[in-house]
């Protein structure tokens, strides 16, 4: 198993936002995390990458208790994760905004950077060289020079992923990946999520568009108010009468297929 997730709660005072929360994800799976608005989704994630600390349960990855870690020794450690809207450099050049993204992630302390050291030096050199293979695998390697403003929205969110790939994760979180992008730009990015998928690496994602996840994803967790209430395959979630009554509030027609929820 690359992350086990065993009975995580999150509570913002009074709210109960992450409720003992199981989850087991396998190297190489596609695993989608779904959810009504308000779910608890965003916050699960920010729980595993170390944003927040969860109030209890615990968080493993690769064998490695990260439960308390902070979010630049998780990302170290091989957990990235893309956010709903990434703020990006909009004057900066796409190839700048990778650099920048990997270094705020990982790298050397301010005193590195103010001094010059050796290490930083060769930190710069290593970043520079990840940006590439990233932009390379997004392929987005011709607008690499490009101004982020002057690219259009789907560009934008593989320059999220780039960051992402930069930083060498095993694992990679992506917060609505397809969020503001038409159906044939959806699926590009479906595509190069499962050419992650395919190099190597282990996808969790939240999203909203139905059909890609149903045709991406090899295992779904459903959340709704903070609690699990399903996990499985695509073709068990979909039948699932528990995942219907959540989406459409009641179980009357159950034949109802949810295009974007
Ligand atoms: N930092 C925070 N402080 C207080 N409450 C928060 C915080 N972050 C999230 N919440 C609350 O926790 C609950 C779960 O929010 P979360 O953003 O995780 O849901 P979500 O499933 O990702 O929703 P959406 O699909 O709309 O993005 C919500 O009620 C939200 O208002």
């Given amino acids: 198993m690359v992350l086990i997730v065993d009975n995580l709660s999150k509570t913002f005072g009074g709210l109960q936002a992450v409720d003992q929360v199981d989850l087991k994800v396998e190297k190489g799976d596609i695993h989608a995390v779904i959810g009504p ?3 608890g989704k965003s916050t699960f994630f920010n729980l595993i990458s170390g944003f927040h600390p969860p109030t209890s349960g ?23 994760r893309t956010f709903q809207t990434t703020n990006l450099f909009e004057d900066a050049t796409v190839l700048d905004n990778v650099i920048i993204g990997n270094r705020l992630r990982t790298k050397s302390g301010l005193w590195d950077a103010i ?19 990233a932009l390379d695998f997004v392929e987005l390697t011709e607008l ?26 095993e694992l990679v979180l992506l917060d609505e990946p397809a969020a503001g992008v038409n159906p044939d730009e959806t699926d590009g990015l479906s595509s190069l999520i499962q050419k992650m998928a395919d190099s190597g690496l ?19 967790m459903v959340l709704n108010q903070g609690k ?9 979630i979909k039948n699932n009468p528990v995942v219907i009554e959540a989406y459409l509030g009641s179980d009357e027609d159950e034949s109802v297929e949810v295009e974007n929820i």
């Fill in 58 to 80: 615990k968080i493993t990855f690769n064998g490695n208790d990260i439960t308390k870690m902070p979010p630049n020794k998780i990302a170290r450690l091989g957990i990235a």
């Fill in 144 to 169: 690499a020079n490009e101004p982020i403003a002057n690219i259009s929205q789907e560009q934008k969110k593989r320059v999220a992923f780039a960051l992402a790939l930069a930083t060498d994760p």
């Fill in 202 to 220: 282990t996808v969790c994602l939240i999203e909203h568009k139905m059909s890609m996840i149903m045709s991406l994803a090899n295992r779904i």
């Fill in 228 to 236: 699990r209430i399903a996990e499985g395959t695509p073709d068990e």
């Fill in 37 to 39: 608005n308000g779910a």
């Fill in 115 to 133: 001094l010059r050291t050796k290490r930083e030096i060769r930190e710069e050199k290593e970043s520079m060289e990840k940006a590439y293979q």
